[in-house]
């Protein structure tokens, strides 16, 4: 079983609706982060979470929202989704560096989202 | 600017040849990551390297900190090698991406 995994795969949604993209780790890891990509733009950070209670904004973190349930789930929510946030979201985890650790991030499979 | 640049933008090789991505950066950083996306779009993570050199199979990174540099190559290359190559600058654990290098290697 894949260590990072991310529900749903593939969505379609209309403008306006409120969508949640979930992610789930079983590598133990403190650290989860969301980007999205977008082509000739590359990877930027959304939101990222350095353990349960502490949730930091990313680069480009307006019209999203995020929930750590559990250090396992780091959730992403579109209140409203509009068509420019369309683009391929990804979920990445890693550990939190210290003796014998690195800071090297594991992704999801990522979940392309439509916005119609 | 972008604070991480990565060159060139796309690269096509012959299978067998030798091939060098390069990524330069202008932030502050503790280490310097490469990953790899499959045409699929996974993405794998191949090295982070804070200093000197790795290598894994036919993969090479090195990075230089005084000149904010690093490189990735590649030796005797394949067509499954074939795929976007990113770099990205971070410091614990929060990165900043380039753009990424696509890189199609021909039979």
């Known amino acids: 079983d894949a260590d990072v995994t991310q529900t749903p795969r593939n969505r379609i949604t209309k403008t306006g609706k409120r969508i949640m993209l979930e992610c789930s780790q079983t590598?133990?890891?403190?650290?989860m982060y969301w980007y999205r990509q977008d082509p000739g733009l590359g990877l930027r950070l959304i939101y990222y979470s350095f353990d349960v209670k502490d949730i930091n904004k990313g680069e480009i973190s307006d019209g999203y929202s995020v929930s750590r349930q559990a250090q396992a789930k780091f959730s992403l929510s579109l209140e409203s989704a509009i068509p420019n946030q369309t683009a391929l979201y990804f979920c990445a985890t890693s550990d939190s560096g210290g003796r014998g650790r690195t800071y090297e991030q594991y992704f999801g499979p990522g979940t392309r989202l439509t916005v119609t | 600017k972008n604070e991480v640049e990565q060159s060139p933008q796309n690269l096509t090789a012959q299978e067998g040849e030798f091939i060098t991505i390069n990524c330069s950066y202008s932030v502050g950083i503790s280490a310097l990551h490469w990953l790899q996306q499959h045409p699929g779009g996974g993405i794998v993570s191949l090295f982070m390297?804070?200093?000197g050199k790795k290598k894994h199979g036919r993969l090479i990174a090195t990075i230089n900190i005084q000149e904010k540099h690093s490189s990735l190559h590649i030796t005797a290359s394949h067509p499954r090698d074939s795929a976007v190559y990113i770099c990205?600058?971070?410091?614990?654990?929060?990165?900043?991406f380039g753009k990424g290098t696509k890189l199609s290697v021909k039979p």
């Open positions: 590598k133990g890891h403190d650290r």
């Open positions: 990205a600058g971070g410091s614990q654990g929060n990165l900043i």
């Open positions: 390297l804070s200093s």
